[in-house]
């Protein structure tokens, strides 16, 4: 079965620029979690997605934003980019969500901003 | 705030011996007790949940347990494919969000 697909891999955008993400779950799973890995903070949660709806947002500002589809792929959006985004951003799906803390994460797409 | 550390950051064994990885955690209401393990340049893999103290997994070499203040990830002849970083990560009561730890990169020479 496919794995969680995380659309660009790489990229690189300058500050002030915005950004889109896209994250197709595997099969079925109708939750689907965002994470920022950065080396001095490690991984951070951004915000997660149940049946299109967001259930929980972590302390991030509102330049960073999602959405869910009827299909259950989703996209993280970040706005008026600045350096200190330059960061792994990991998806995660699973089928119920992070009750059972079991995520299965793409490989990310690593953004550099200069 | 809600908080987990791992110890040692770093960990360097040879193939065959055995040791063990800290994860702390000050969460109230614990809902669940994650460990990942995550290769450079891939996401992290799912490896265990463990929801209770006393509680213990196991797969392969590896063994997950858990007290009411910390888990533990032993590790038992590691071979040289168990080279990774180890994260653990806890949920809260009240919350969808998993808290991860900072990670132990671990290093088996053959």
């Known amino acids: 079965k496919a794995g969680v697909t995380q659309t660009p891999r790489y990229l690189i955008k300058t500050r002030g620029q915005q950004v889109t993400l896209s994250c197709s779950p595997i099969?079925?799973?109708?939750?689907v979690s965002w994470y920022q890995q950065t080396p001095g903070q490690g991984l951070q949660f951004l915000f997660e997605?149940?049946?299109?709806?967001?259930?929980n947002k972590g302390n991030f500002p509102g330049r960073f934003s999602g959405r869910q589809f009827s299909n259950s792929r989703s996209e993280m959006n970040v706005s008026t980019l600045e350096l200190g985004d330059s960061a792994l951003y990991l998806c995660?799906?699973?089928?119920?969500?992070?009750?059972?803390?079991?995520?299965?994460f793409g490989e990310g797409s690593r953004l550099t901003v200069l | 705030e809600d908080q987990v550390t791992q110890s040692p950051e770093a960990l360097r064994l040879q193939e065959g011996e055995s040791s063990s990885l800290n994860c702390s955690y000050t969460?109230?209401?614990?809902?669940?007790l994650f460990w990942y393990r995550q290769d450079p340049g891939k996401g992290p893999e799912f490896l265990f949940t463990?929801?209770?103290a006393g509680e213990e997994k196991e797969k392969e070499r590896l063994k997950a347990t858990l007290t009411k203040k910390e888990s533990f990830l032993h590790i038992t002849a590691p071979k040289p494919e168990d080279s990774a970083t180890y994260l653990c990560?806890?949920?809260?009561?009240?919350?969808?969000?998993?808290?991860f730890g900072s990670g132990t990169r671990l290093l088996v020479r053959p």
């Open positions: 995660a799906s699973s089928l119920r969500g992070t009750n059972t803390g079991e995520l299965f």
């Open positions: 099969s079925g799973h109708r939750s």
């Open positions: 997605y149940f049946s299109e709806t967001q259930r």
């Open positions: 969460v109230s209401g614990l809902r669940g």
């Open positions: 463990l929801y209770s």
């Open positions: 990560a806890s949920r809260e009561d009240s919350s969808y969000k998993l808290i």
